[in-house]
């Protein structure tokens, strides 16, 4: 998704949710073309887990959260950054829901992004299955925690805390129950004690997504801010 400009355009990677999901639909909520209209193109992969390319795809990282999603974020990031009309050296990634655990992820695996922005994103494992609405997905894929904990400990964003420089933009919505508010509260704090660049956005009144007008406007101008602040503006 490129905007029609002469100047390279800044990146920003943008991750799905799901994690059983795919970019081929459309939706209000986080919606790309707003990104895209400002000047940035918007990268929208599917790797692996996601949907509508067999069971392959979703053999690939079942029970192997993280790595094997990452590589293929990266793999592909690689490619269009390569591109003659990207700005390799203004890149940015965003994600909500596993997006957001994905980025929450990245952090802490490389610093090649300027800056990044976690929605409603996984960031404690260890603690968060019995906390969301849906446990029992958790331990299908997973296994019970008291028997495989050390899944649940590897595939944990935190324990990479030390690693973190990218400045990071967290938000949430207060009545989450998919994502409870403690993960990225927890991700703040530690961002914070950390010494980490950060900023945090919470809307009491939304849940996993955020979705009155209202409130939205504001999700997209501060997220908008935060990526000029890191990127310079889109256009140059």
Same mark, same amino acid.
């Given at each position: ?39 940035? /193109?918007?990268?929208? &992969? ?6 509508? @390319?067999? !069971?392959?795809?979703?053999? *690939?990282?079942?029970? $192997? ?74 331990? /299908?894929?997973?296994? &019970? ?6 899944? @649940?400990? !590897?595939?944990?964003?935190? *324990?990479?805390?030390? $690693? ?73």
């Amino acid at each position: 998704m490129l905007p029609r400009s002469e100047e390279p355009a800044p990146l920003l990677l943008w991750v799905h949710g799901g994690p059983l999901s795919s970019w081929a639909s459309w939706s209000w909520r986080w919606n790309p073309w707003l990104m895209a209209a400002k000047g940035y /193109a918007v990268l929208l &992969p599917d790797p692996a887990l996601s949907v509508g @390319y067999g !069971e392959q795809m979703i053999e *690939r990282a079942w029970e $192997r959260w993280a790595e094997v999603v990452y590589e293929d974020l990266m793999a592909i990031t690689d490619a269009v950054a390569a591109r003659p009309e990207i700005d390799a050296e203004r890149t940015a990634a965003m994600g909500a829901s596993f997006g957001g655990y994905m980025v929450n992820w990245i952090a802490g695996q490389t610093d090649r992004f300027k800056c990044i922005v976690s929605m409603a994103g996984l960031w404690n494992t260890e603690d968060f299955w019995a906390t969301s609405d849906m446990p029992g997905y958790f331990r /299908a894929e997973w296994g &019970p925690q008291e028997q495989f904990p050390s899944r @649940y400990a !590897e595939r944990s964003p935190r *324990r990479f805390l030390d $690693r973190i420089t990218t400045p990071i933009l967290v938000t949430d919505g207060s009545r989450d129950q998919r994502v409870p508010i403690n993960q990225t509260l927890h991700l703040w704090t530690d961002l914070q004690l950390s010494g980490v660049e950060s900023a945090y956005l919470s809307f009491p009144d939304e849940g996993h997504w955020v979705l009155k007008p209202g409130n939205s406007r504001l999700w997209y101008q501060t997220v908008s801010t935060w990526l000029t602040r890191y990127l310079g503006e889109p256009r140059g």
